[in-house]
């Protein structure tokens, strides 16, 4: 009974603690040094009054809320709280809630422009960051151009982060929208990247403008355990790769890709799981789907349809899986690794080639499992480079075929692929499948009050 009672004046006292702190631009100092404090309490809220925040530089927002009382940082009005110029924002603690502010012609002091670390070994758990926007974030003394510097928005760092409704667009600056880091003390990360609309990214001519990351070659081979959920990619074509999935034991599942130049690739890592997404490229130049490459990865109930580039492709490897006893200064972890127990099925292509065992290497794709897959369209593309050394590592099981020339499947010259496809009629209830699909990620996602995204998703929906 007594003890009952300490927990019940623990809890009364918790409640009966909480502060509302109200601050408008001019308070910023007073603001900055309440947010590092670590003196907030569960349940406390720091608001901001409408007006701009400018040049903040460095900011760290700490403390320890819990989960039915996390410590809130948010906007007095949605989106009438805006950030700008220089800015290092360090989220760290636990329970943290970052909510309906909109960051606007910010830029990172540094690397990262909001990072959830204060220092290596000091980082962000339970925290949150939702209903935000950063638009045309970009360093005004950088260039747009490979080799004239880089920046991240986002450096999502610590274990069991949520980034969700947020809307992001417009960088133009090298670097990454966001980065999921992995540490050899911090890799097992289980966060959240869900309903968010990732808005338009123009191509940046070279290497290092993905949209979302998962790790970097040097961590590919750690666990990570990060979901990617119910998320649109509208026009991201920053360069080839919109995800990079650079480590092991994700999921990325029920994504919109959107006229956006570029794919969804397991670069490195294994067993990543890819699920019912969907790809609709409108036939637009460097548009595609999902490319793999490593092992025990499983490809199921995703639909592509009208990219230009590739609906699939599987990459020929350089080396095998590295071990524990791998020479990585002879077998790099930053080049291409074999293929291998990979599970493709109930995926649906549509005017979309398939492409087997592009790229150099010797190492062929080994007990690759293709079954249960639409391959329709208007005319077959099937790209198998080296067929005699790449075929013998696939199964093909009860596919499909649907295709105006009904002899378009008995001239493909490959035994083992016709003996696992059906040619049939184009089935009907695709259109409607497809449009399940975009309403339900394009009417779910993103902060509803940021204009910009609203225009988006009216396109979406009309131009569909």
């Not at 109200?22 to 309440?34: E, G, H, I, N, R």
């Not at 998320?231 to 999935?245: A, P």
């Not at 040619?423 to 009050?449: M, S």
Request: contains cysteine.
């Amino acid at each position: 009974m007594k003890k009952l009672c300490i927990l019940l004046f623990l809890s009364i006292s918790m409640g009966a603690s909480a502060v509302e702190y109200t601050f408008s631009p001019k308070d910023v100092p007073a603001m900055k040094q309440l947010l590092g404090s670590g003196t907030l309490q569960p349940g406390d809220v720091v608001v901001l009054k409408d007006g701009t925040y400018d040049n903040l530089e460095e900011v760290h927002f700490t403390g320890k809320g819990v989960f039915s009382k996390p410590i809130i940082w948010r906007a007095e009005n949605p989106g009438k709280a805006v950030i700008s110029g220089k800015l290092s924002l360090r989220i760290y603690g636990e329970h943290l809630q970052l909510k309906d502010l909109l960051f606007y012609k910010a830029w990172a002091i540094g690397h990262d422009m909001i990072d959830f670390q204060k220092e290596k070994g000091t980082y962000a758990s339970y925290c949150r960051m939702t209903g935000c926007v950063i638009d045309e974030c970009n360093n005004p003394a950088k260039g747009t151009r490979p080799n004239e510097g880089d920046e991240y928005w986002v450096g999502l760092r610590g274990t069991n982060n949520r980034i969700d409704h947020c809307y992001f667009a417009n960088k133009r600056v090298g670097g990454l929208v966001l980065q999921v880091w992995l540490s050899a003390d911090n890799h097992l990360n289980n966060h959240v990247i869900d309903h968010n609309f990732f808005g338009e990214r123009q191509p940046y001519g070279g290497n290092g403008a993905e949209i979302i990351r998962i790790g970097h070659s040097w961590s590919s081979q750690w666990e990570s355990r990060t979901i990617v959920e119910n998320n649109v990619f509208f026009r991201c074509s920053g360069e080839n790769e919109i995800i990079s999935v650079k480590s092991c034991h994700n999921v990325l599942r029920r994504n919109l890709f959107y006229e956006s130049a570029g794919g969804l690739v397991c670069r490195h890592g294994h067993y990543n799981i890819i699920e019912s997404n969907t790809f609709i490229g409108h036939g637009l130049r460097g548009t595609a789907g999902i490319r793999i490459i490593n092992q025990g990865h499983t490809v199921y109930d995703n639909y592509i349809k009208d990219v230009k580039s590739f609906g699939l492709l599987v990459r020929v490897g350089v080396y095998e899986r590295p071990t524990a006893e791998t020479n990585v200064k002879e077998e790099p972890l930053t080049s291409y690794h074999r293929v291998e127990n990979v599970d493709i099925a109930y995926n649906t292509f549509l005017n979309s080639s398939l492409e087997l065992g592009s790229g150099r290497g010797e190492k062929m794709p080994r007990n690759v499992r293709f079954a249960h897959n639409l391959f329709a369209g208007q005319n077959p593309e099937l790209k198998i480079v080296r067929a005699d050394e790449v075929l013998p590592g696939f199964l093909f099981l009860d596919n499909q075929w649907a295709f105006p020339d009904i002899a378009s499947l008995p001239a493909v010259p490959y035994e083992r692929v016709r003996s696992g496809f059906d040619a049939v009629d184009a089935p009907v209830g695709l259109e409607r499948k497809e449009k399940e699909r975009i309403d339900a990620c394009i009417f779910t996602v993103g902060p509803t009050w940021y204009e910009a995204m609203k225009e988006n998703v009216n396109y979406i929906d009309m131009h569909r």
